[in-house]
């Protein structure tokens, strides 16, 4: 059977999917294409900044994929400073998005099932490799060079109890291509009602 | 006439510096080798991110050269809140620094005749391009397309007012080597008397 409105989902995606979704195609050949800066604010007002890998769109919303080490110490600066702000910077295409938006942590102890469930999807998607670091030794505790890391891999069903999801909602989107005479920048926003503004400013 | 102790100016290079010169010169064949994320923090307790170019270091300091735009948002959260973290990602390489600092802004208005000097040769060093984009309409303002952007470029001679010099100055730096087994990290922090100390952390 037919959905009664077969749009809606296409309505559901932001006015910036479209061309964010050019850029990560048109730079897929880099080996980074997928990394971005996400800022957030420490305890003390300082802000923090570090590399971040995108792990896809959350289903039928706007909200992007991250994960992260509940070790770490941006959780107890998320936790009480919920907001972000990515920055992802395409060198092929010479253009950068900067998103803002609210971050959602996703635990061990996250009652909601929906939530819960994509926890474990996103774990059970991960590379060997980045299934492994949550095996890890402390991050940022002084390293024991005697003490090796932990040898077996977590396996996809074995999802351990540090890792945690980390939703990202945009509520602003800032488009900058430094392709074109004398660039080109567009600003989406979206209002409280979740309709989002589209403007062409100044870059 | 000999300096009394030669290896004066070299001591003064904080212990970062040559890993970072490392990976600029692993990493010279890439386009955006000079791009990094900087991360600030609104009036209103946001985070902020944005690419910015790296404009080289201060002469016998460990302060990196930025630039930017007194008519863009950054001026007011930086004057209200000075402190940024760079997120520097360098893809040949596989490696990251994070650098945490204090912002220093040298305007039209600054009367420090050293910091002022340095405001004009940054000036005077930088592309057609990037002088020209001083001279474009205010930034982040909806865009007329029927106004042309002004057409003449300014000369190195002609100092735009907006054109301002960022300094930051690093008091931690966070080194991260993604190649390795299983990755290195390595923490720079400056005590308040001004020694580096360098430990290995865990990743």
Known sequence: M???????????????????????????????????????????????NRTVVWRGFREDTNELKLITDFRSQKIADIYENPWGEACWYFSRTREQFRLHGKLLLITEETADEA??????????????????QFSWAEPGLPRDFHKPFRMELPT????????????????????????????????????????????????
């Open 2 to 48: 037919l959905p009664e409105n077969p749009s809606e989902e296409i309505m559901s995606l932001a006015p910036w999917r479209s061309p964010l979704g050019k850029a990560l195609h048109l730079n897929r050949s880099l080996a980074n294409v997928k990394y971005l800066q996400l800022a957030t604010v420490r305890s003390n007002g300082h802000p923090a």
């Open 115 to 132: 939530l819960q469930t994509l926890r474990v999807q996103t774990w059970k998607d991960l590379s060997l490799g980045a299934r492994a």
């Open 156 to 203: 996809p069903e074995e999802i351990l109890p540090d890792f945690c999801l980390l939703l990202f909602d945009p509520i602003a989107v800032d488009h900058l291509q430094l392709r074109g005479d004398p660039q080109f920048r567009t600003k989406y926003d979206r209002s409280p009602g979740g309709k989002w503004n589209t403007i062409a400013v100044n870059p």
